[in-house]
């Protein structure tokens, strides 16, 4: 489920997938770089893409992770979300295990 507050349109400087996080600049958010927002149908290099910056929305979990409701999240090196209760930027409003989508607020 997406509920989008804000979006913005962002020219993807490599190919995006749908659900993944990425950063103001349109590449992949790698391993907690700084994240704009969540691609909701993915895009291809040189293109504009819908960049969720403020809502819900469906982020992929990376592969070997099991993320449980109310667990802070940030970026794995795929743009995936990955648990990180010390220091995650953003909330799983849902959980799950990868190959699935997780629902995350972004604020």
């Known amino acids: 489920m ?8 962002v020219i993807a400087q490599q190919d995006i997938s749908e ?3 990425f950063t103001v600049d349109g590449k992949i958010a ?3 770089t700084q994240v704009f927002g969540v691609s909701e149908y993915g895009g291809t290099k ?7 910056y403020m809502g819900i929305v469906e982020v992929l979990v990376e ?6 409701v109310g667990d ?4 794995s090196l795929n743009g ?8 995650g930027k953003f909330l799983a409003r849902t959980g799950g295990q990868a190959p699935c989508k997780i629902e995350v607020v972004l604020r």
């Open 2 to 9: 997406f509920y989008k507050v804000a979006s913005e349109t």
């Open 19 to 21: 659900s993944i996080f």
């Open 30 to 32: 790698t391993n907690d």
């Open 46 to 52: 040189d293109f504009a893409t819908d960049a969720i």
């Open 63 to 68: 592969d070997g992770e099991e993320i449980l």
């Open 72 to 75: 802070r999240i940030s970026t």
């Open 80 to 87: 995936k979300a990955k648990k990180n209760n010390a220091d």
